[in-house]
C-alpha cells in the first residue's frame, strides 16, 4: 500500500513540474542447487528515478519497490531524497543521499560514508547495496581540487540479514550454552552530539588522483556485548557453571583517517587506498575484557591494478586488514588477507558481457567466485544470467558454503 | 598568444597550400593534422550501428571540447541509450610527445570517478566501428607517409597518402587517405588489418566551414569484412562559445547535464 501511495505521488508530481524519469524494472530468480533446488530469490523489482534540475538548483528522488514472489512481501525505500544548490564555487545537498568515496572496487576502507545493507550479503549492485543517509554535504571547488564536509545528524546502522536468512550468522557460543539478544542499547539516540562529521580532500590532476579523508563517526556494524550468567557452582571443581549468554548489540563511537590514489603507468592503471580506525571494538576471550570486548586500532589497507590484453580488462586487488597492538585473546586474526580478481570482455559489438568477479580470502583459504554473461537483447533491454559460487569451511565466504546460487535477470532500462 | 599562433598556422598552411604541386606524402599529413581547429567546440553526437541484417542501434552523446593547443580536454555525456544514461567519459590529451592521455569514466550505478587507462587505443568506442584511436588526432611522426598520387574523388582534387605506423604492433598494416587539397580534410580512409586486407573505410559524407573552420558533419565507418557500420553525426554544433577550463572535471562528470 504504501509502495502504491508513493508511485501514485511520483507520478502527481512528475506530472506538475518538468521532471524526468528514468529507472529499470527488473525481474530476478535465483536458485540454490545444493538446497535441493531452493528458490532463494523470485524477485520483481522497480527502480524509480525522479529529477528535476536547473543550472542553479535540482531536486532528486530515488525509490525503490520489490516484490518477493516467495515470501509475499512489498518492501520499497527511499534510496535518496535530496536537493542541490549550485554556486560557482560550490554547491549543496541536503537530504536523504548516497555518498561514495575512496578508490577501491567491492571492497569498503574509506567508503565508509554511506552504510550498507547486507540483508543479502554482498551480491546484489553496489548501488542497492548502499543506504542513503540523511546529511548535508557542502563542496568547495578550487581548480580540479574538491574540499567536501558532510555532517550527518542521525546515524544509519548497517541493516544485518534477518535471523532466519540464509545470511544469518548467529553468534559463537559454547555448546549447551543458551544465548538470548538483548537489542535495548543498540539505537544511538538522534541528538546533535550524536552526529557525525567526515571531510575530504580529492583532487583529479594530470597523471594522478587523491582522495584524503578523515571521519568521527559511529561504527555501522554493533559491537557484541556479551554478559555471562552462571547456574551454579560446580561442586567438584568449584568453579561457575555457566548458563547462558545475553548479547547485547552497542554502537561505539570511531575515527578514521585515511586517503587513496590512481594513477597510470605503462597502460596500468594503479591504486591504493588505506585508513587508520582508531577506538575499534574487538571480540576478544580476555577473562578480563569488560564485556568480552577490548578496544584496538586497525590499518585497512588495497594495492591494486588493472590492465587491458585484447580487449580484455583485468583488475586485481590485494586487501589487508592489520590489527594493531595484538594479543592471543583477539577473537579476529591480526592479519586479514583478502585477493580480488575482475576479469571481463565484451563481444559482438559491446552487446555480449562476460565477467568473473572473485573475492579470495587468503587466510581461511575461502572464496566468492562471481562469473557472469549479459546480453542486450536490444538497446536498454537486458539479460543477465550467473552463479554465485561459495569455497571454504570457514571465513567471510566460506562460512556460506551451502549457499550457492545460481540467478537470471532481466532488466530494462527507461 | 594563441591568436597569434592560429595566424601562425593559417599563414603556414597559407604557403604549404600554395606550394601544393611539391608536397609529399608527410607534408600532406602535416597539413591535415594542422589544420586550424575551434579553441572550443560544442555538439550532439549521434552514432548509428548498423549491423549486417540492416539493424539499428542509437547511441546519442553530447561532447564538449577546448583545445588550448598543449592540451585537448574533451568531455562526453551519454545520453542513450538508457542503460548508459548519465555516464561520463574525460580525456586530457597532450601534445607533448610520449605523454600518456588522461582518461576518467564515471559510472552513475557506482557514483565514482575512475581514471581508466588510455591504452586501449585499439578498442572499439561503445561497440562501434572507431576505435578511440580512429577518433583521436593521430602524431604525423608516428607514421610513415607517402604520397601515391594526386586524382579527383567526388568531385574533390585529392591527394591519395599511403601511412604506416613506425610501431610494428600497430592495429593497422597501413591506412590510405584521400585529403581534399585545399581543405585539408580526409574525405576518404582506407585501414587494412595486419594481413594487410582491406579492413575498414570511412567516409566523409558532409563537412561545412563554420566561423571559417572547415568542421566534419558526417561521416560513416564501414567494416568490410563484418558488413556492418557505424554512421556518426555531429549536429548543433557550436564553435568558440568561451567554454570554461572548469568544465572539463570531476564535478561536472559527476553532475552531468
Known amino acids: 500500500m504504501k509502495s502504491l501511495v508513493v508511485l501514485a505521488l511520483a507520478v502527481s508530481v512528475s506530472t506538475m513540474a518538468q521532471v524526468q524519469w528514468s529507472g529499470f524494472g527488473r525481474h530476478q530468480t535465483a536458485l540454490r542447487p545444493l538446497e535441493q533446488g531452493d528458490w532463494s530469490m523470485i524477485q520483481n ?146 541528538e546533535a552530539a550524536n552526529s557525525e562529521v567526515f571531510g575530504r580532500w580529492s583532487a583529479i590532476l594530470e597523471s594522478i588522483d587523491f582522495e584524503v579523508m578523515a571521519g568521527w563517526m559511529w561504527d555501522d556494524d554493533p559491537s557484541l556485548h556479551i554478559s555471562k550468567r552462571f547456574a551454579h557452582v560446580n561442586s567438584a571443581n568449584g568453579q561457575m557453571v555457566l548458563d547462558s549468554l545475553v548479547v547485547s548489540p552497542r554502537h561505539h563511537r570511531l575515527a578514521v583517517g585515511g586517503g587513496s590514489m590512481s594513477s597510470t603507468l605503462a597502460g596500468f592503471v594503479l591504486k591504493g587506498e588505506g585508513a587508520f580506525y582508531y577506538d575499534k571494538r574487538f571480540q576478544s576471550a580476555d577473562p578480563a575484557a569488560e564485556d568480552g570486548l577490548v578496544s584496538g586500532n586497525y590499518l585497512h589497507t588495497m594495492l591494486g591494478a588493472s590492465y587491458a590484453i585484447s580487449g580484455v580488462d583485468f583488475g586485481f586487488q590485494f586487501v589487508q586488514k592489520y590489527l594493531m597492538d595484538y594479543d592471543s585473546f583477539y577473537q579476529d586474526k591480526e592479519f586479514q588477507n583478502m585477493i580480488t580478481a575482475m576479469i571481463r570482455k565484451s563481444l559482438l559489438r559491446e552487446t555480449l558481457y562476460l565477467e568473473l568477479f572473485s573475492y579470495v580470502g587468503l587466510d581461511d583459504q575461502d572464496a566468492l567466485i562471481r562469473p557472469s554473461i549479459g546480453y542486450d537483447i536490444s538497446d536498454g533491454l537486458r539479460m543477465t544470467l550467473g552463479a554465485n559460487l561459495f569455497y571454504g569451511d570457514s571465513g567471510s565466504f566460506g562460512q556460506y558454503d551451502q549457499n550457492d546460487m545460481l540467478y537470471g535477470k532481466l532488466a530494462y532500462y527507461f | ?203 566523409v559524407m558532409d563537412y561545412k566551414q563554420l566561423d571559417g573552420l572547415w568542421m566534419i558533419l558526417h561521416s560513416e565507418m564501414e567494416n568490410m569484412q563484418k558488413k556492418h557500420k557505424t554512421v556518426m553525426k555531429l549536429e548543433d554544433l557550436k564553435l568558440n562559445q568561451g567554454i570554461k577550463d572548469s568544465q572539463f572535471g570531476e564535478r561536472t562528470m559527476i553532475k552531468g547535464l
Open chain 1, 45 to 190: 523489482a522497480l527502480s524509480l528515478n525522479l529529477e528535476n534540475r536547473s543550472d542553479s538548483k535540482a531536486f532528486k528522488a530515488d525509490f525503490f519497490i520489490s516484490h518477493n514472489i516467495g515470501d509475499s512481501t512489498l518492501d520499497w525505500r527511499l534510496r535518496q531524497l535530496y536537493m542541490d544548490l549550485n554556486f560557482d564555487c560550490c554547491d549543496f545537498r541536503l537530504g536523504k543521499q548516497q555518498v561514495i568515496w575512496g578508490k577501491a572496487d567491492g571492497v569498503f576502507i574509506t567508503d565508509v560514508v554511506s552504510p550498507k545493507d547486507l540483508s543479502e550479503f554482498l551480491l546484489p549492485d553496489f548501488a542497492e547495496i548502499r543506504q542513503g543517509i540523511t546529511a548535508l554535504t557542502s563542496n568547495v571547488f578550487v581548480g580540479n581540487h574538491t574540499l567536501s564536509l558532510v555532517l550527518v545528524p542521525q546515524f544509519t546502522p548497517t541493516i544485518a540479514p534477518e535471523a532466519g536468512s540464509i545470511w544469518h550468522v548467529a553468534p559463537p557460543a559454547p555448546a549447551g550454552v543458551r544465548v538470548s539478544m538483548d537489542a535495548s542499547q543498540k539505537d544511538v539516540a538522534i
Open chain 2, 1 to 203: 598568444m594563441l591568436v597569434s599562433k592560429t595566424l601562425f598556422a593559417m599563414l603556414a598552411l597559407t604557403a604549404i597550400s600554395s606550394a601544393s604541386p611539391s608536397m609529399n606524402g608527410q607534408q600532406v599529413i602535416e597539413a591535415v593534422y594542422k589544420r586550424v581547429q575551434p579553441k572550443d567546440q560544442q555538439g550532439d553526437l549521434t552514432m548509428l550501428l548498423i549491423n549486417s541484417r540492416g539493424e539499428e542501434r542509437k547511441r546519442e552523446i553530447r561532447q564538449f571540447i577546448k583545445d588550448d593547443e598543449q592540451t585537448e580536454k574533451k568531455i562526453m555525456f551519454f545520453l542513450s541509450p538508457a542503460d548508459v544514461r548519465n555516464t561520463s567519459f574525460m580525456n586530457w590529451s597532450h601534445t607533448q610527445q610520449g605523454k600518456e592521455d588522461d582518461q576518467w569514466i564515471y559510472l552513475p550505478a557506482l557514483k565514482k570517478v575512475k581514471r581508466i587507462s588510455s591504452e586501449g587505443k585499439s578498442d572499439y568506442f561503445m561497440g562501434s566501428d572507431f576505435t578511440y584511436d580512429d577518433l583521436g588526432d593521430r602524431r604525423p611522426d608516428e607514421d610513415n607517409h607517402s604520397l601515391l598520387r594526386e586524382e579527383m574523388y567526388q568531385g574533390e582534387a585529392c591527394y591519395v597518402v599511403e601511412s604506416k605506423s613506425k610501431d610494428k604492433g600497430y592495429l593497422y598494416s597501413r591506412t590510405v587517405t584521400w585529403v581534399i587539397k585545399d581543405k585539408w580534410i580526409g574525405l576518404k580512409k582506407e585501414f587494412y588489418d595486419e594481413n594487410n586486407k582491406h579492413l575498414k573505410t570511412l567516409r
